[in-house]
């Protein structure tokens, strides 16, 4: 299910990279060698980076629009966050128009991933849906024949539904570290 629903995005090539401002996030922990910008001498650091997954429905009437509006939500989602963090990385990496989203969209159920970020397309750790952040812990209930999905898997099936037909949705990861660990390297 979650690659079907993956099919209906085009992804971006790896190369794609936008450069962003720093805090946190609550997600995926990875061991990575990762380019650290603006340092002199070995560009590399051995580091746990935190990866990050938004789900942002932008209003950019076209592709370049929508990913100039992305990275302006990455960044206020970032800088809403309550610990001091550094993006290493914040990268868009699949987008398609929401009516394609929609066309493709599949009912909840209950998944096999069982942490609360969970959803049909694999963790999202928030979801901009053209008004308001959502995430795990502040999103609607879930419906009283919920199929047995969680509330966070309901927030993201709403929010695909209710997006408007000219929207762009945007598929963006962004990869932080506590700015100790950056000090301390």
Known sequence: MMLANLASFAF???TTRVEAEPKICDATRRERKQPVRGRVGDPTVDTKMTRCTLLLITSGPSGRKALSEGMLLAEQYVDGLPMD???LESTPFALAPAVRIQERVSFPVPLEDPSAAATAVGP???IWNGKRWLTPGSCPPKP???NGATEWQWAHY???LDAPAES???LWDIYVVPMSEQLAA
């Open 168 to 170: 762009i949705m945007l």
């Open 85 to 87: 963090l550094e993006i």
């Open 12 to 14: 971006l090539p790896s």
């Open 144 to 146: 009283l024949r919920d």
């Open 124 to 126: 999202l750790q928030a």
């Open 158 to 160: 709403k929010a695909v």
